[in-house]
Nanobody, 115 residues
Framework: QVQLVESGGGLVQPGGSLRLSCAKS????????MNWYRQAPGKQRELVAG???????NYADSVKGRFTISRDNAKKTVYLQMNSLKPEDTAVYYC?????????WGQGTQVTVSS
C-alpha cells in the first residue's frame, strides 16, 4: 500500500519561505514521478511543480523562479522549497506520486500566506 505523508505547511508572512516535504512508504520511490498540487478555496486543484524519475522538473508559470522541487531517493522524499511567498499561494498543498498511470495522493498540508 502506497502512502504519502506531507509536512511543513503553516502560516507565513508575504515574502517568507516554507519547505514542504512528502515522504513515501514502500519501495520503488525512484521510479515514481512526483508532483505537488494545490487547491485554494473555491478553485480547482492545480499542478504546481513536478519532477520525473530522471530528475526533470516543470513548474506552473505562477511559481517559476520562486519554488523549487527536488527529490531524495535515498530518503524516499520529495520537497517543495517555496520562496517569496504571496497571499495568492495560500492553499492546501497535495503531494502526488504517479507510476504506470496510477496516482497516489497525500492528505494535504495547509499553507497560509498572510500578514
Amino acid at each position: 500500500q502506497v502512502q504519502l505523508v506531507e509536512s511543513g505547511g503553516g502560516l507565513v508572512q508575504p515574502g517568507g519561505s516554507l519547505r514542504l516535504s512528502c515522504a513515501k512508504s514502500g519501495s520503488s520511490f525512484s521510479l515514481y514521478a512526483m508532483n505537488w498540487y494545490r487547491q485554494a478555496p473555491g478553485k480547482q486543484r492545480e499542478l504546481v511543480a513536478g519532477i520525473t524519475s530522471a530528475g526533470r522538473t516543470n513548474y506552473a508559470d505562477s511559481v517559476k523562479g520562486r519554488f523549487t522541487i527536488s527529490r531524495d531517493n535515498a530518503k524516499k522524499t520529495v520537497y517543495l522549497q517555496m520562496n517569496s511567498l504571496k497571499p495568492e499561494d495560500t492553499a492546501v498543498y497535495y503531494c502526488n506520486g504517479r507510476l504506470l498511470e496510477r496516482d497516489y495522493w497525500g492528505q494535504g498540508t495547509q499553507v497560509t500566506v498572510s500578514s
